[in-house]
């Protein structure tokens, strides 16, 4: 990262004899072909899902058979700055949020007006493949507070089909809303037929199918809202999962949080009223997600009526996960614990391993450039994200030379305690953090996955310091010093 060789390789030093990364030529990115080339521009259709962890992924049934079974599965994937809208303006763009600079879900210092104001609408992987003759469209969410101060008919440009939801508009939820449809304002009910994944989905299709009439390559973002609050499901799915509850992992109101900073020392137990609700929601969120399931069968049975399933690529992930009571957090996310930080991401299409997994760290900052390389489009050299084409494949492709460390952060607030800014290092075996109080945090993975003992306090000092220098390297990062 910047000063040095992404070839370097690491030095081994203590917990235990293990090195900073872990063995990573073992962990299935290597060894094969790389996606079969053709004369036909390969499509794109880009899912991304709001507060989707890692967990509740896993308990999506058809998720995993049409994702997982058919493609491949990242199992370390990370949301650099793990809340919505700053997320969402590193997937669009490529860039770290200190350096796109959207930092929080609302005015000042972030939403929609921000990245507009910033020049983001003007550079991002919409525009790139709109100049390079896509077919370009959004369904769904665009980023947290749109329209803003612009015209709710507003259409940003680089988009050549525009659907998004107007969820700030009065009366705008699952049962009744607006959409901006290129410009002008629809209103949908609140019957079963308006229910918004649905839509979302009919709409989806409906440009699968007049692409493979037109034959212009197109890319899709489409972001449904589920699981998010309140998570409510479409009427097929109200009763599903009755007796469900949220996972009791070793971190499910964790019993000894003196280790841990000030900002959660102040968290108390978890109540039965906290426990009730925490499951309840839980039920919610899986109703919710089974009409994405749902509109996954739609979509993969549409590009294959049309013969789209041979040069589309579909890629599924989320813009942050999400606290069910992990570390006493009743909700939420923003924290840089690994049910926060860490995403499902899974890619299916031409070329593409099947039902395999990647341990290799990736972030939402390589959506964009992936896209762009896929589609033989110049990636601009501002951007911090590197393309996952040669991860893709079956070609060989050394894990030494790709990133050993990325980059996690975020501002102070966020509910339900008074979180302090950082910055985070993720590597393959370890978590690091520092705190602007001065406080740090350290997780050794490989041995303690559920983050349950903070070992920045006991550890020898020259592991300390070799975290710290790495995380200096990309605390203002830029272009291919991130990478």
Known sequence: MGQRSNGRRIAEVALGSLPLGLALAAVGCSNGLEPSASDVRPSFILITLDDLDVRTFEAMPR???????AGLTFNNMIATRP????SRASVLTGLYAHNHGVLSNLPPLGGFELFRDLGHERSNIATWLYAAGYHTVLIGKYLNAYPGDASPTHVPPGWSDWFAPLLDMPGTDEAAYFVNENGRIVPFGSSEADYMTDVLARRTTDTIRRQAASGQPFFVCLNPGAPHVPAVPALRHANAYPDAI???????DEADISDKPEWLQVAPRLTDKDLARIDRLHRARLRS????DDMLDEIIRALAETGLDRSTYLIFTSDNGYFEGQHRLREGKNAAYEESIRVPFVVRGPGVRRGQGCDLLVGNIDIAPTLADLAGVPIPESVDGRSLRPLLGLHAWPASLWRQEILVEAIAGGAPFPLPAYEGLRTARYTYVEYDTDERELYDLARDPDQLENQASRVQPQLIRQLSDR????????????R
């Open 63 to 69: 998720a995993r058979v049409l994702l997982g079974d």
């Open 83 to 86: 809340l919505s809208c700053p």
């Open 471 to 482: 995380l200096s390297a990309l605390r203002w990062c830029e272009g291919v010093g991130c």
């Open 289 to 292: 997600l089974l009409s994405i």
């Open 246 to 252: 949220a996972p009791r992992t070793p971190s499910f």
